[in-house]
Each structure stands twice: as structure tokens, then as C-alpha cells.
């Protein structure tokens, strides 16, 4: 090895070590030190990008922004955001999705439109969305406050305090700037790689296989870790029960198993998660904690009240006949108001019924113009699901 390259190496070295210290700084919540180099703007433009090849991969899978279950996990997670002051959600818009199905549009069964997502949000609206996949028990979020929900957790999460879990941990991946962090972390990454294999002389190949061991997933493995652990304190100041978090990693620990994945799921060292058994021991851990930020929170047992009404009202939606069918049939023409004004033949059994304090708007119903043969046909090839998730609302534990 020539001098040179070694005087080189210990000049580049000396200057990236002080450039790394210069931007370490801690997270707040848990007093870990990080590197990070990367601008909002930066994080902006890159999450961005990854949202357009997100949508354009599981566009066609996304459940319509009205859908039942959409509505419910938006209520979940702006339980949890509006109590920590984080702003609030809304659905995301599929709008623009490429080969988007059919669905449940605003104005009845829409065709879509150009853009994605909704183009008027700001730093204080937060979009979810759901992936009717039931094969896949994931969720993840996105720079720029998008959350992104497969139907195939639901089983998991099992309850609105199991979702909870689920979204918090999420929520709590972007409260702390997770992505950022994982986007500064790979210069960190090159300029190690290159100073091994410039100076050192090591093979490139052998480098990236030990900084991804003994650098990358460890990194990886403490930001679960610290979303776990964040999450259950907004989950907690949300008024749902921690106690319950360690369930969902209990069942996602007998889904694993199911798969005979148990074994693989086990070996933290070559996994960007901890293991769930580990999971479960440190969120039992962290419970005593969760628990005085939920009595601090003087969660109204009335919260509990209204979001059980929120539940059975959704599963009422779903199991109801179509608003829109006619009492009357078209032959005998439009009815009389008492008024002596013409009224609709169709009746609105939703228009009268008062809204729930606090809760989103219902759903509305289809078209007048829509029968229900019309309308169940294409709903069908849309979301051939709806009875599953019917059961599954009805018979989950509310919070």
C-alpha cells in the first residue's frame, strides 16, 4: 500500500469524522444520537419520487377514500395525531392511479382523475390510505406524512387498540424523521466503502456485506425500536390502551409461525426488524410509562362511547340494503310533499340520521340513478371482501 494513499485516506478520514460529529444530533423522545445531514427540502423532493412509484405499483389495489374500512383506519390514526397536536388526516385521494378499478367515488361510481394524492395538503395533513391485500400483514409510512395500510394487518392489529399500535408506530417512524436519517445514513455508507477499498485495499464486495451487518441493520433494528416505544406513548396519550400493544406482536408471532417463518423472524442479526419476541419484552417494558402518559392525557370514558357508536355505525353501513332503492316504483310517478312540492321517490335513510360528535362525516350512498343491481356488480370487482371486513368490525374490541 503507497504512502500516499494512506496520507490521503487519513486527510479524508480526519475531514469526514469531523463532518459526521458536526451533524449528529438527538432525538428528543429517547436522547439518541443520529447523523443527519438532510434538508426537509431535500426529504421533500425524495419522498415525492417514492410516493409516484408506490402509487403506480399498488394504485389498483387501493381501496376508494369513502370505503368503510379507509374511514375507520382515518379514525384511528387521527385520534392518535390530533391528540398529539400532530395536525390532522384525511383519506388519500386515488386519484390518477394508473388501471384504478371503479369504486366508491364521492359522486358515485367514479372513473379517477389526473394527479396523486391530494394536492392541497399541508405540513399539518397527514394522507392514509389502504391496499386491499389481504396476503400481506404490512404497513408503512412515507416522508411527507403518508401512511399506507394493507388489509392484511388487520387480522393482527385485531382491535382499535391493536391498530393503534400499528399506526403510532408508523406515525412515530415520521415524527422522528426516520427516512431522513436511513437517506443521511448511505453517505455514511459510500464514504466508509470507498475508504476501505481505496486506502485499505478490501474488497467492495466484502464491504458492503459488513457495513450492511454491522452498520446498517443495527441502525435499522434501533429505529423499530424507537418507533415502538414512541408509538406506544401517542397511541397511549390517544386514550387506547398500551396494555394491549404486546398483543399484536403475540399474533403476528402465531402468523409467523403459520408461515413456518418463526426461525427466520427470530435472528435479529440479519434482520432490518427485532425479533416480536424481543418486541413484546420491551413494549411490556415500556407499558408502566405508556400508562402515566394516558393518565395524564384524562382520557373521558365518553371518548370510548362515541368511537363504539363510530363502530357499530360502520358495520350497520355495510350490512344495510342500498339507500338508493325506490319505495315507489317508477310507474307511479313523484310522490307529493306535504307542502304540495314534489319529493324524490327515493328515500335517504342516511340524510336524517345525526352525525356522531367528533367522528367523520358518514359515507354517502351511490346515486340516486344507481339500482342496486347496478351498483353491486361493479362494488363486487372492486372489493369482493366487504363481508369479511363486515365480521371483522363487528367482532374487534373497540377502545
Same mark, same amino acid.
Request: aromatic share 8%; charged share 25%; hydrophobic share 35%.
Given at each position: ?60 389495489? $387501493? ?15 387521527? /385520534? ?13 385521494? %386515488? ?22 394524492? *391530494?394536492?392541497? %395538503? ?87 456485506i459488513g457495513l450492511n451487518l454491522f452498520l446498517t441493520l443495527p441502525n ?32 403476528? %408471532? ?39 402518559? /394516558? ?20 358495520? *350497520? ?57 347496478? /351498483?353491486?356488480?361493479?362494488? *363486487? ?8 371486513? $363486515? ?9
Amino acid at each position: 500500500m503507497s504512502d500516499w494513499r494512506v496520507q490521503l485516506g487519513l486527510v479524508a478520514g480526519a475531514g469526514g469524522g469531523v463532518y459526521y460529529v458536526s451533524h449528529l444530533e438527538e432525538v428528543p423522545q429517547t436522547g439518541r444520537y443520529r447523523f443527519m445531514d438532510l434538508s426537509p427540502e431535500a426529504e421533500a423532493e425524495y419522498a415525492a419520487e417514492s410516493f409516484r412509484e408506490i402509487m403506480n405499483e399498488v394504485g389498483p389495489k $387501493l381501496l376508494p377514500s369513502n370505503h368503510p374500512i379507509v374511514r375507520y383506519c382515518q379514525a384511528i390514526a387521527a /385520534r392518535i395525531v390530533s391528540s398529539a397536536g400532530l395536525g390532522h388526516v384525511v383519506p388519500g385521494s %386515488t386519484h390518477g392511479v394508473q388501471k384504478r378499478r371503479r369504486g366508491w367515488g364521492l359522486s358515485g361510481l367514479d372513473e379517477g382523475e389526473t394527479g396523486f394524492g *391530494n394536492q392541497m %395538503t399541508d405540513e399539518s395533513t397527514w394522507e392514509i390510505f389502504v391496499i386491499n391485500d389481504p396476503d400481506t400483514p404490512n404497513a408503512f409510512v412515507l416522508s411527507g406524512k403518508k401512511i399506507f395500510v394493507f388489509t392484511g394487518i388487520l387480522p393482527i392489529a385485531g382491535d382499535d387498540a391493536g391498530l393503534a399500535t400499528i399506526l403510532g408506530h408508523e406515525i412515530a417512524h415520521q415524527v422522528v424523521r426516520h427516512g431522513a436519517e436511513r437517506l443521511s445514513q448511505v453517505k455514511v455508507l459510500m464514504a466508509l466503502g470507498y475508504f476501505f477499498d481505496f486506502v485499505m485495499g478490501v474488497d467492495i464486495g466484502i464491504t458492503r456485506i459488513g457495513l450492511n451487518l454491522f452498520l446498517t441493520l443495527p441502525n435499522s433494528r434501533a429505529q423499530e425500536s424507537e418507533a415502538d416505544r414512541i408509538g406506544l406513548r401517542l397511541m397511549a396519550q390517544a386514550c387506547f390502551d398500551p396494555r394491549e400493544a404486546p398483543q399484536v406482536w403475540v399474533r403476528m %408471532t402465531e402468523m409467523e409461525n403459520k408461515k413456518r417463518l418463526g426461525w427466520l423472524g427470530a435472528i435479529d442479526f440479519i434482520s432490518t426488524h427485532p425479533s416480536s419476541s424481543k418486541r413484546i419484552k420491551k413494549l411490556e417494558a415500556w407499558t408502566a410509562e405508556a400508562l402515566d402518559v /394516558r393518565a395524564a392525557s384524562s382520557c373521558p370514558d365518553e371518548l370510548s362511547n362515541r368511537f363504539e357508536a363510530f363502530k357499530d355505525d360502520v358495520a *350497520n353501513r355495510l350490512s344495510e340494503p342500498f339507500a338508493g332503492t325506490p319505495t315507489r316504483s317508477p310507474s307511479q310517478g313523484i310522490e307529493p310533499m306535504e307542502d304540495g312540492r314534489p319529493q324524490d321517490s327515493f328515500r335517504d335513510p342516511y340524510a336524517e340520521r345525526s352525525r356522531i360528535p367528533g367522528m367523520l362525516p358518514p359515507p354517502r350512498p351511490l346515486p340516486q340513478r344507481e339500482t342496486l343491481e347496478d /351498483r353491486t356488480k361493479p362494488l *363486487n370487482e372492486v372489493d369482493p371482501v366487504d363481508e369479511q371486513w $363486515l365480521k371483522w368490525l363487528r367482532g374487534r374490541k373497540s377502545s
